[in-house]
């Protein structure tokens, strides 16, 4: 017999009445919703006592119906808080209200007379989807995702043998809920198939509906007269080698002494109508996703790599941020348009690189993105190396406003034909990068500046202070590696973080400090309530040159071309559009390092029994987690794998301890290990410490 789970039921219990909220039910009604799984007697008992706390209402004749008087909310449930699903404004309930709720469920919750926070029911469990493999055990079948604790029980009668699939809850009442499989994604060893289900664990659309596509293909755009002609502008791109979409350009003019730079945008507003087929599916999924082999984008490839793209010798329709400098790079004239331009030229990072550091024309075959030798127009190669200038002149101007300057070594995976990891190489942000980096940053700059200007409603990307606790344990922990740097108590704390930053530039624990760092930060996010950007050191800022693969960007164009325009319709349900995209882009981010965690440990699973350096990146107490340096990918030591003692973990010093030698591991720690094990489905690495 299966056992019923009280706080499981009870939450669905009250989610029939808040769904039918002016409708009255009898008991047999009542048992029938619940599949009989409870006698009259205890149903009863639960019911009067709902009343009391006020949940529900009774009537005479043993009816109960909803309690119109309270006022019902909804928010999601993460990491033990309630999260406003209007607000974003965040809860911590206590700790028995989160029986019974899973994390990132919907709910209903509401205030008491005290102001607690009380969790009514929650929503409907059907919208919650996982992803596992089938285990067939003792003649029945269920799915283990491989991150819950519980087993989905299913009925299907086919086979689903070696494969990952998509499953539904459609009732929650045990301690094992039943679902639904809802489709299968293929052989478990298959690459596409892992990748896919990284893609459904964070329900990430990767399929557009056919009629997103068929509306994208047929697309016939008017021309818009109304532009601004700046085709005959000396315009180019830079991008990533292997970029398909080009949301961005850059012109360049010298008139007399001073510099006229056009940071120019592709107008996708132009292409993409508001609450058109398109526009709802760009809405659903917000940004593109960009994994370790693939990118997942936001808008169909006919519009992102096409129709919208400043794709070179194409005219295009965009718009334009004209920022013109004096000879001391000095900002004497801002504006912004709607125009047209022609890109001339396409540069990778790496070609506008060797542009920047050699001060010649002729790019050697071995760097260009065509494997051949390209001569670039003299007058080009010069307005690259002046635009370079310009751009070290904003970034120290920046560093000397606080702004923080995070320079971590990324590491990208080579892959085969399949997908498969190959081999790696560490990506490094270099002056061609920072170039454009700095230019967009000033067109979102002074476009927020605009909007506030106007006195209209805007979408801004915010950031907050970080987290006071956790910069105090960054002081304990650098004061041990002997830098004594005071960040909490520094009036400006921004200029000590970049201090700090800036000493450890060359040094073993780089990667590990700048990680504690990125940790204590809080998570930018969109907002129509604009309270500054604290890591950038900016008044306002917002998000406008991404319109191809970030929707808060298309937003703002629509914004920016209403103030144009002197149009006064304001966009609806603003901030719950914020949050949509701000919890969107909170997933894409987590399956893109989802992504580079499978690839990390398909790599590594090539190398059990090797030995590597490495450094402590993390304690708990379970064990260690050692990032390897050579490859940077990270694995966890349980306790029972540190040869010499047995080690304890001392939660106040936040190290593991031995218990005869009293050796200690801490944060930062240089260590040797070996790999041990791997395993794909759980994406996890298991290493052994090696004495040295």
């Known amino acids: 017999m299966r056992k019923i789970i009280p706080e499981i039921f009870n939450k669905k219990l009250l989610y029939l009445f808040v769904e039918n909220r002016k409708k009255t039910f009898n008991l047999k009604q009542i048992r029938y919703y619940l599949n009989s799984v409870i006698d009259i007697k205890n149903l009863k008992t639960i019911l009067y006592d709902f009343v009391k706390r006020g949940y529900l209402v009774s009537t005479d004749d043993e009816k109960f119906l909803f309690n119109s008087k309270l006022n019902l909310l909804s928010a999601r449930i993460k990491k033990r808080t309630i999260i406003d699903l209007e607000t974003g404004v965040e809860f911590k309930p206590r700790r028995r209200e989160l029986k019974g709720v899973f994390d990132n469920e919907l709910v209903y919750y509401f205030i008491d007379r005290k102001n607690n926070v009380r969790i009514y029911s929650h929503k409907n469990r059907g919208e919650i989807k996982y992803v596992?493999?089938?285990?067939?055990?003792?003649?029945?079948?269920?799915?283990?995702?491989?991150?819950?604790?519980?087993?989905?029980?299913?009925?299907?009668?086919?086979?689903?043998?070696?494969?990952?699939?998509?499953?539904?809850?459609?009732?929650?009442?045990?301690?094992?809920?039943?679902?639904?499989?809802?489709?299968?994604?293929?052989d478990e060893k298959e690459h596409n198939t892992q990748i896919h289900a990284i893609l459904e664990e964070f329900s990430l659309p990767y399929v557009f509906p056919k009629n997103v596509l068929k509306e994208a293909k047929n697309l016939k755009i008017e021309e818009n007269k109304k532009r601004k002609d700046y085709t005959k502008e000396l315009t180019f791109t830079i991008d990533p080698v292997d970029a398909k979409d080009f949301d961005d350009a850059i012109s360049f003019k010298k008139i007399k002494e001073n510099y006229e730079i056009g940071i120019h945008i592709a107008d996708v507003s132009h292409y993409v109508i508001k609450d058109s087929v398109i526009d709802r599916e760009a809405v659903r999924r917000a940004t593109s996703v960009y994994l370790?082999?693939?990118?997942?984008?936001?808008?169909?490839?006919?519009?992102?790599?096409?129709?919208?793209?400043?794709?070179?010798?194409?005219?295009?329709?965009?718009?334009?941020?004209?920022?013109?400098?004096?000879?001391?790079?000095?900002?004497?004239?801002?504006?912004?348009?709607?125009?047209k331009i022609i890109s001339d030229e396409r540069f990778s990072y790496e070609e506008a690189q060797f542009i920047i550091e050699k001060e010649k024309n002729n790019i050697p075959k071995e760097l260009t993105i065509l494997n051949k030798e390209k001569k670039v127009k003299k007058e080009i190669a010069d307005a690259i190396v002046v635009l370079n200038k310009i751009a070290e002149s904003l970034k120290i101007k920046r560093s000397n406003n606080g702004s923080i300057f995070f320079n971590k070594e990324e590491v990208r995976f080579k892959v085969n034909n399949k997908g498969e990891p190959t081999g790696y190489y560490v990506k490094k942000q270099k002056k061609a990068n920072f170039l454009i980096e700095e230019f967009m940053l000033l067109a979102n700059v002074t476009v927020a500046e605009k909007i506030i200007e106007s006195k209209r409603r805007g979408v801004f990307r915010i950031h907050d202070k970080p987290d006071e606790k956790k910069i105090v344990e960054i002081e304990s922990f650098i004061k041990r590696l002997g830098y004594n740097i005071n960040i909490s108590n520094s009036k400006e704390p921004n200029k000590a973080i970049n201090k700090l930053l800036k000493i450890i530039e060359d040094k073993p624990e780089k990667n590990i400090i700048d990680m504690m760092v990125i940790r204590a930060m809080s998570k930018a996010k969109y907002s129509s309530q604009n309270i500054g950007h604290f890591g950038l050191m900016f008044d306002n800022y917002t998000h406008f040159t991404s319109p191809i693969r970030r929707y808060p960007d298309l937003i703002v164009h629509r914004i920016i071309n209403d103030i144009i325009n002197n149009k006064t319709k304001s966009i609806n349900e603003l901030e719950s559009l914020c949050l949509h995209c701000s919890s969107m882009e909170e997933k894409a981010t987590k399956a893109e390092r989802a992504s580079i965690k499978l690839m990390q440990v398909k790599y590594i699973s090539n190398k059990v029994g090797e030995t590597f350096h490495g450094v402590v990146s993390g304690i708990n107490e379970r064990g260690l987690f050692v990032e390897l340096n050579k490859n940077k990918c990270e694995g966890f030591v349980r306790m029972k794998d540190i040869p010499g003692d047995f080690y304890n973990f001392d939660r106040k010093s936040n190290t593991i301890i031995g218990q005869n030698t009293l050796a200690e591991y801490s944060l930062g720690d240089n260590v040797k290990a070996s790999v041990l094990r791997t395993n794909i489905e759980k994406k996890h690495i298991d290493l052994k410490l090696v004495d040295y």
């Open 132 to 186: 596992g493999k089938v285990i067939e055990e003792n003649r029945r079948s269920y799915v283990k995702a491989p991150k819950q604790d519980f087993k989905i029980i299913i009925k299907e009668k086919q086979s689903y043998e070696n494969e990952l699939v998509v499953v539904i809850i459609k009732d929650w009442i045990y301690e094992n809920p039943d679902g639904k499989i809802l489709k299968s994604l293929g």
């Open 292 to 339: 370790s082999d693939r990118v997942v984008p936001m808008l169909p490839e006919v519009l992102s790599n096409d129709k919208c793209s400043l794709n070179p010798h194409e005219e295009k329709n965009v718009f334009s941020v004209y920022i013109t400098f004096d000879s001391n790079f000095k900002i004497i004239n801002k504006s912004i348009s709607k125009s």
